[in-house]
């Protein structure tokens, strides 16, 4: 590690230091980390020097430098120099190999992650006992077995097999007194030990992949035509916009029956489409000035539960809203013909998600901009006029008057000034000359012919048909 100077961390190799010096002159060094006493009656801490035989240097200064890392880590100092100077410690050390390559890697990204902590501090808690046991305190037989409470307020059991190895929880005991020292003694074990309740926190949060189910997928498909088996269609992700366009979701009419709206989940509705209407429509309300434009969306038709319906679905809408001022110029014929308001609404209603920064900038660098609307084939055209954006043409034209009125991610209001209509396409007609009648002369023969002039020459060719 980083930390350490020849094996020695440089935290305690300044508090050796600060000792050596304390037993030449005489004077006391204090450190700065505080200290717990056993007293209760002493209401302030007094500073407590380390001494550089203690246990803890050594086991930060022992060949079990991967344990003295994670103690490190897990901001343990504090806590195991105030054990150390109430309780004579025993510590039962893993080997470097078994924290090294003998440890699940999934297990030790668990405990280095910086939300573990806790977890991280009472599994190394778990290795020490606030008691001395030395190797002649080691259970000689299976039924000397003892529990001990450890640092971390959990029990672990000492036992003894027949063959003599020493056992503590589920690891052998490989280094008995493998370093000794007046306030502790360490004991090299071959595994890192694991208390049931940092098991149990791993399990709950170890990544649901591993141990999800797997849904069955089904026969394959075979094509009849090439007889080979279908490729499945790629699986859409939550959120991605829809496969098809957004015209083959939208209800074909209201004498037929509406039809489902493809899209990433189908029924599932990765978007609440219906509470965003809602919303845009009291948006709409209180906002005032568009309670015309409401009250069809809502009552005159069906279109708030089929723009909700989109929106569910994945497709996104920008929604042109004329203001009452505009509604009202509407004819009673406008408004009389079967499915005119439909077909109204459907003409202001953009299948994009555009709000006026948007639409300026688009008709700033490209001028004219046609956008699709819900009304095929028709598109409603928009251009820069007076510093703001013009939509529609000639007479029938609107300005937006009142932009981003709702805007959120899916659904995009823009208030104009008129009502819009579509232009008229006319297709010229072409006018076709008549065509003169010409008859057919019928054919004469050569004897024919001759008295023809014959008779021409004597005058007389009038008083035959067929001569002329």
Same mark, same amino acid.
């Given at each position: 590690?980083?930390?350490?100077?020849?094996?020695?961390?440089?935290?305690?190799?300044?508090?050796?230091?600060?000792?050596?010096?304390n037993?030449?002159?005489g004077i006391?060094?204090?450190?700065?980390?505080?200290?717990?006493?056993?007293?209760?009656?002493?209401?302030?801490?007094?500073?407590?020097?380390?001494?550089?035989n203690?246990?803890?240097?050594?086991?930060?200064?022992?060949?079990?430098?991967?344990?003295?890392?994670?103690?490190?880590?897990?901001?343990?100092?504090?806590?195991?120099?105030?054990?150390v100077?109430?309780?004579?410690?025993t510590?039962?050390?893993?080997?470097?190999?078994?924290?090294?390559?003998?440890?699940?890697?999934?297990?030790?990204?668990?405990?280095?992650?910086?939300?573990?902590?806790?977890?991280?501090?009472?599994?190394?808690?778990?290795?020490?006992?606030?008691?001395?046991?030395?190797?002649?305190?080691?259970?000689?037989?299976?039924?000397?077995?003892?529990?001990?409470?450890?640092?971390?307020?959990?029990?672990?059991?000492l036992?003894?097999?027949?063959?003599?190895?020493?056992?503590?929880?589920?690891?052998?005991?490989?280094?008995?007194?493998?370093?000794?020292?007046?306030?502790?003694?360490?004991h090299?074990?071959?595994?890192?030990l694991?208390?049931?309740?940092?098991?149990?926190?791993?399990?709950?949060?170890?990544?649901?992949?591993?141990?999800? #189910? =797997?849904?069955?997928? /089904?026969?394959?498909?075979? %094509?009849?035509?090439?007889?080979?088996? &279908?490729?499945? !269609?790629?699986a859409?992700?939550?959120?991605a916009?829809?496969?098809?366009?957004?015209?083959?979701?939208?209800?074909?009419?209201?004498?037929?029956?509406?039809?489902?709206?493809?899209?990433?989940?189908?029924?599932?509705?990765?978007?609440?489409?219906?509470?965003?209407?809602?919303?845009?429509?009291?948006?709409?309300?209180?906002?005032?000035?568009?309670?015309?434009?409401?009250?069809?969306?809502?009552?005159?038709t069906?279109?708030?539960?089929?723009?909700?319906?989109?929106?569910?679905?994945?497709?996104?809408?920008?929604?042109?809203?004329p203001?009452?001022?505009?509604?009202?110029?509407?004819?009673?014929?406008?408004?009389?013909?079967?499915?005119?308001?439909?077909?109204?609404?459907y003409?202001?209603?953009?299948p994009?998600?555009?709000?006026?920064?948007?639409?300026?900038? #688009? =008709?700033?660098?490209? /001028?004219?901009?046609?956008? %699709?609307?819900?009304?095929?084939p028709? &598109?409603?055209t !928009?251009?820069?006029?007076?510093?703001?954006?013009?939509?529609?043409?000639?007479?029938?034209?609107?300005?937006?008057f009142?932009?981003?009125?709702?805007?959120?991610?899916?659904?995009?209001?823009?208030?104009?000034?008129?009502?819009?209509?579509?232009?008229?396409?006319?297709?010229?007609?072409?006018k076709?000359?008549?065509?003169?009648?010409?008859?057919?002369?019928?054919?004469r023969g050569?004897?024919?012919?001759?008295?023809?002039?014959?008779?021409?020459?004597?005058?007389q060719?009038?008083?035959?048909?067929t001569?002329?």
């Amino acid at each position: 590690m980083d930390s350490h100077i020849y094996g020695v961390p440089k935290l305690f190799l300044f508090f050796l230091l600060a000792h050596l010096f304390n037993d030449i002159h005489g004077i006391p060094i204090s450190t700065a980390l505080p200290t717990k006493h056993p007293s209760s009656s002493s209401s302030s801490s007094s500073p407590t020097q380390i001494n550089s035989n203690s246990v803890l240097v050594a086991l930060l200064d022992s060949h079990y430098t991967e344990l003295a890392e994670l103690v490190e880590k897990a901001l343990l100092l504090h806590t195991l120099e105030a054990a150390v100077n109430v309780h004579n410690i025993t510590i039962f050390a893993p080997r470097n190999e078994a924290l090294e390559r003998n440890l699940d890697p999934e297990f030790k990204r668990f405990l280095l992650e910086p939300g573990n902590l806790r977890t991280l501090q009472t599994l190394l808690l778990f290795h020490i006992i606030p008691t001395r046991i030395g190797s002649q305190e080691l259970p000689k037989s299976p039924a000397e077995s003892t529990r001990h409470k450890t640092l971390c307020n959990d029990h672990v059991r000492l036992t003894s097999k027949d063959s003599g190895e020493i056992i503590v929880d589920l690891a052998k005991v490989v280094l008995p007194d493998d370093v000794v020292r007046p306030d502790g003694v360490i004991h090299g074990i071959e595994r890192l030990l694991v208390p049931r309740s940092v098991q149990e926190d791993f399990n709950k949060r170890r990544s649901l992949r591993s141990i999800s #189910a =797997v849904q069955p997928e /089904g026969a394959p498909e075979v %094509d009849p035509r090439t007889h080979r088996l &279908k490729k499945p !269609a790629p699986a859409v992700p939550v959120g991605a916009p829809p496969v098809l366009p957004i015209f083959d979701a939208i209800a074909p009419g209201p004498s037929l029956a509406p039809a489902p709206a493809p899209g990433p989940g189908g029924p599932h509705h990765h978007f609440d489409g219906e509470s965003q209407v809602k919303d845009f429509i009291q948006t709409l309300l209180h906002y005032g000035g568009y309670n015309e434009l409401a009250d069809i969306l809502v009552n005159l038709t069906s279109l708030a539960t089929e723009m909700g319906r989109l929106v569910s679905e994945g497709y996104v809408l920008t929604v042109l809203a004329p203001n009452d001022e505009a509604m009202a110029k509407l004819t009673t014929d406008q408004l009389s013909e079967p499915g005119a308001p439909e077909q109204i609404v459907y003409y202001h209603l953009i299948p994009e998600y555009q709000t006026e920064e948007s639409m300026y900038n #688009a =008709v700033r660098r490209f /001028g004219k901009i046609r956008y %699709d609307t819900l009304r095929l084939p028709h &598109k409603v055209t !928009a251009e820069e006029a007076d510093g703001s954006v013009k939509f529609g043409h000639g007479d029938g034209s609107a300005y937006l008057f009142d932009p981003d009125i709702y805007t959120d991610g899916r659904i995009s209001v823009q208030g104009i000034d008129g009502v819009l209509f579509p232009v008229e396409e006319t297709t010229p007609v072409t006018k076709v000359a008549p065509v003169a009648k010409s008859v057919a002369k019928p054919h004469r023969g050569k004897l024919l012919e001759v008295a023809c002039r014959l008779l021409v020459v004597v005058g007389q060719d009038s008083h035959f048909t067929t001569c002329q």
